[in-house]
Nanobody
Framework: VQLQASGGGLVQAGDSLRLSCAASGKTFSTFVVGWFRQAPGKEREFVAAISWSGTTTYADSVKGRFTVSRDNARNTGYLEMNSLTPDDTALYYC????????????????WGQGTQVTVSS
């Protein structure tokens, strides 16, 4: 599976962005799609995930602001980010796999290249 993440950019605090994660392969619909981020000098952290059935999981820091979704017909996952703050600045990655714990980045099988999100104050 190959993943292509896109949609990052430079925005101001309070703005919104939508990230996309386009996947190759015919089995996308059976995977969990996870979103992670990593800021300079910090560890990679879980942001959100959506299962094959549509069950979603969010980090506490983004609950109520971010929405994860997927379009299996388009082999694409999405991360809608609203009310962005400078603390959301990071390189955002999408990943797919069949993790038991979707918040554990170490158990995902395939990763996109990352898309940079920068939020200015």
């Amino acid at each position: 599976v190959q993943l292509q993440a896109s949609g990052g950019g430079l925005v101001q605090a309070g703005d919104s962005l939508r990230l996309s994660c386009a996947a190759s392969g015919k089995t996308f619909s059976t995977f969990v799609v996870g979103w992670f981020r990593q800021a300079p000098g910090k560890e990679r952290e879980f942001v959100a995930a959506i299962s094959w059935s549509g069950t979603t999981t969010y980090a506490d820091s983004v609950k109520g602001r971010f929405t994860v979704s997927r379009d299996n017909a388009r082999n694409t996952g999405y991360l809608e980010m609203n009310s962005l703050t400078p603390d959301d600045t990071a390189l955002y990655y999408c990943a797919v796999g069949r993790p038991i714990n979707p918040s554990n980045w170490q158990v995902y099988d395939w990763w996109g290249q990352g898309t940079q999100v920068t939020v200015s104050s």
